[in-house]
């Protein structure tokens, strides 16, 4: 059975420059865009990529708690990020601490609106991950 090989999520934006320039901030790399202005582009991340789209007229903007899409990314080190943020201009909300991501988290609004939760996930985080798959495993159903 054929099975998929990658998944990009595409984001509609009304600006792919100002996009371009938010997600830059959160570690992603511009691979690839077209036109001038670009009205798409795609940029890559360690283990992701995200596509951007402009969306010309973008009339209206969907409230973020309506939104059916949250962008969740991983870093490894969350407060070197969000200090890197702050110094950078963007107004970065506290670290949170909810019980299904102890390590923390941050939650950020894009420039059009998209819910972006930045989470920690170290080597100690992806080690107990690994050895809780390995106990699940060792389990019979």
Same mark, same amino acid.
């Given at each position: 059975?054929?099975?998929?090989?990658?998944?990009?999520?595409?984001?509609?934006? =009304?600006?792919?420059? =100002?996009? *371009?320039?938010?997600?830059?901030?959160?570690?992603? #790399?511009? *691979?690839? #865009?077209?036109?001038? +202005? $670009?009205?798409?582009?795609?940029?890559?991340?360690?283990?992701?990529? *995200?596509?951007?789209?402009?969306?010309?007229?973008?009339?209206v903007?969907?409230?973020?708690?309506?939104? %059916?899409?949250?962008?969740? *990314?991983?870093?490894?080190?969350?407060?070197?990020?969000? !200090?890197?943020?702050?110094?950078?201009?963007?107004t970065? $909300?506290?670290?949170?601490?909810?019980?299904? %991501?102890?390590?923390?988290?941050? =939650?950020?609004?894009? $420039?059009?609106?998209?819910?972006?939760?930045?989470?920690?996930?170290? $080597? !100690?985080?992806?080690?107990?991950?690994?050895?809780?798959? =390995?106990?699940?495993a060792?389990v +019979?159903?």
């Amino acid at each position: 059975m054929m099975k998929a090989g990658h998944s990009t999520p595409m984001l509609r934006v =009304r600006d792919v420059d =100002r996009s *371009i320039v938010f997600y830059r901030e959160l570690g992603f #790399s511009l *691979i690839d #865009s077209e036109g001038s +202005p $670009p009205g798409w582009a795609r940029l890559h991340c360690a283990d992701g990529a *995200i596509m951007l789209l402009a969306d010309l007229p973008f009339d209206v903007i969907v409230a973020s708690s309506r939104q %059916m899409f949250s962008l969740v *990314i991983y870093v490894s080190d969350l407060p070197a990020l969000r !200090e890197q943020l702050s110094q950078s201009g963007w107004t970065v $909300p506290e670290t949170q601490y909810p019980t299904y %991501m102890p390590s923390g988290e941050l =939650r950020l609004t894009d $420039p059009d609106g998209y819910a972006v939760t930045v989470c920690h996930w170290g $080597p !100690e985080q992806q080690n107990a991950w690994e050895e809780h798959l =390995r106990q699940r495993a060792s389990v +019979p159903e």
